[in-house]
């Protein structure tokens, strides 16, 4: 009887940790078009200030500051972020317009691109899009 009970037991513990070793933990990795093909940037701060960059050297920066986001466990299932307050990143390239949006939540930057998923910002997010040179 011990040895039926034991086996349940273990078939029952892998089962659980199959179904939740399924589960997607974190955001797919953020698409964002190659610092080559982007045309310029366009962003609207959270406080409504809007800028705009085509010189190459404040794309790659921009860029470089959404992209170094560490992925979060949270989903984007909207087009946009159902936080109140927001800005808004718009990104052309020669294939279009990409667009994401960054916010602060319990004091941290987050970035999160419509149904692709949320990152966790660096630092100041916004400081380092106002920054750039």
Same mark, same amino acid.
């Given at each position: 009887?011990?040895?039926?009970?034991?086996?349940?037991?273990?078939?029952?513990?892998?089962?659980?940790?199959?179904?939740?070793?399924?589960?997607? @933990?974190?955001?797919?990795?953020?698409?964002? %078009?190659?610092? &080559?093909?982007?045309?310029? !940037? /366009? +962003? =609207?701060?959270? #406080? $409504?200030?809007?800028?705009?960059?085509?010189?190459?050297?404040?794309?790659?920066?921009?860029?470089?500051?959404?992209?170094?986001?560490?992925?979060? @466990?949270?989903?984007?299932?909207?087009?946009? %972020?159902?936080? &109140?307050?927001?800005?808004? !990143? /718009? +990104? =052309?390239?020669? #294939? $279009?317009?990409?667009?994401?949006?960054?916010?602060?939540?319990?004091?941290?930057?987050?970035?999160?691109?419509?149904?692709?998923?949320?990152?966790?910002?660096?630092?100041?997010?916004?400081?380092?899009?106002?920054?750039?040179?």
């Amino acid at each position: 009887m011990n040895r039926k009970l034991v086996k349940l037991l273990i078939a029952i513990t892998s089962a659980f940790l199959c179904l939740t070793g399924c589960r997607r @933990n974190t955001a797919e990795p953020i698409i964002l %078009p190659t610092v &080559d093909d982007i045309c310029s !940037i /366009n +962003i =609207e701060l959270i #406080d $409504g200030r809007q800028m705009s960059y085509e010189n190459s050297e404040s794309i790659k920066q921009i860029i470089s500051a959404i992209s170094i986001g560490k992925a979060t @466990n949270k989903e984007s299932v909207q087009d946009f %972020p159902s936080e &109140d307050e927001y800005g808004t !990143i /718009n +990104i =052309e390239s020669n #294939d $279009g317009t990409t667009t994401v949006f960054y916010y602060v939540n319990s004091g941290k930057y987050f970035v999160e691109q419509p149904y692709q998923g949320i990152y966790e910002a660096v630092g100041n997010l916004e400081n380092s899009l106002i920054n750039v040179k």
